[in-house]
């Protein structure tokens, strides 16, 4: 179990200069001086999430029952080491996986590795930085694997997959479903329709950023005309992998168009490994999206603008089960992506 430490100031830059490097390099006066604004603070977090109920009201009640979030087996979620910095003009700081291309100069993983490769086509800005350039004031959050496993001792292969497989996570929730308008939250009584039981999800974590862009709250038309969004938004970019998520599908609408009643899913998989667009992925699957204030263009509404949404995955459905009859065989999905903008208020 790794303690909770804040890190301010030179503490952090002597930490994150990552103690598995097997070499250190002279820099130049010039580029030196684009070393700025190196101080921030790092957080190694450890938790565990346990909620009895979620309520939504509107005119009934959805719930969300029995909700656990932490390691796998139960254990905290831990081997997460989320690093905050303001930046400054142009300056570069960790984001994706920009340490992989920091590795890659180290000797420590290999460009003959097509996934390592891109990332270092991404990430390696020369002159000993590594990661992405931003603008003055942006707030970026970066969170990867306090411990990746990544050592001189390794060969390239295992160091790749240590990252892969370094931070575990599992959720479980007992149940989603109505109720009546007449419920009183959290006394678990008279339950209404299933919508998910026994959902259990565990995989693997990759790194997630959040950036909280400087902007100057100056509004521009989407790319479709319908929407129109600040420029003082938040950026989120994560990677994720599912190893295993069991769950019944009871009895409800997902997106609308589908409803699979009395489906039980068993063993299903999500990640990036197949198809046109895993290269840069290291096998997790991506969702990306823009946070902003926005108005449509279309009905003069204004809310919370989600844009450029873009989750990216290959899922794996090796058992897939109506009611209490045996498997209907297995289904897999590749190069499965969902883009989208949307604008969300109340009504």
Do not use: C
């Not at 989750?311 to 289904?331: A, K």
């Amino acid at each position: 179990m790794k303690r909770r430490t804040v890190y301010l100031g030179a503490a952090v830059a002597l930490l994150t200069a990552q103690p598995s490097f097997s070499q250190m390099k002279t820099l130049d006066d010039e580029t030196m001086g684009g070393v700025t604004g190196q101080a921030g603070i790092s957080i190694e977090l450890e938790a565990k999430v346990n909620i009895g109920e979620i309520a939504y009201q509107d005119g009934g009640y959805l719930l969300v029952r029995d909700m656990f979030l932490g390691g796998i087996g139960g254990t905290a979620l831990d081997n997460i080491l989320m690093t905050v910095d303001v930046s400054g003009n142009n300056e570069t700081l960790g984001h994706g996986f920009s340490r992989m291309a920091e590795w890659a100069d180290q000797g420590l993983v290999s460009t003959a590795d097509a996934d390592v490769a891109d990332a270092v086509a991404k990430y390696d800005q020369g002159g000993g930085l590594f990661g992405k350039t931003f603008n003055d004031g942006d707030l970026v959050i970066h969170v990867d694997a306090t411990d990746p496993g990544v050592l001189a001792s390794n060969t390239a292969s295992q160091n790749l997959d240590a990252y892969k497989t370094a931070t575990d996570f599992e959720l479980t929730v007992g149940s989603v479903e109505y109720a009546q308008s007449t419920y009183s939250p959290g006394t678990a009584t008279a339950r209404g329709s299933l919508m998910f039981s026994d959902i259990n999800m565990q995989g693997r974590l990759g790194p997630a950023d959040i950036v909280i862009r400087n902007g100057t709250n100056t509004y521009s038309d989407t790319a479709n005309g319908n929407l129109s969004v600040s420029d003082s938004k938040v950026e989120v970019d994560a990677f994720f992998r599912v190893d295993d998520l069991d769950m019944n599908w009871d009895n409800g609408d997902l997106i609308v168009l589908f409803n699979f009643a009395g489906l039980k899913l068993r063993d299903l998989k999500i990640h990036n490994t197949r198809g046109s667009d895993s290269v840069g992925s290291f096998g997790f699957a991506s969702v990306s999206a823009d946070l902003s204030a926005g108005n449509s263009n279309l009905t003069g509404s204004a809310g919370l603008a989600v844009t450029n949404v873009d989750l990216r995955m290959d899922i794996d459905m090796p058992h897939v089960q109506f009611g209490s009859r045996p498997s209907i065989g297995e289904v897999y999905f590749t190069d499965f992506v969902i883009q989208a903008d949307m604008l969300v208020y109340g009504h």
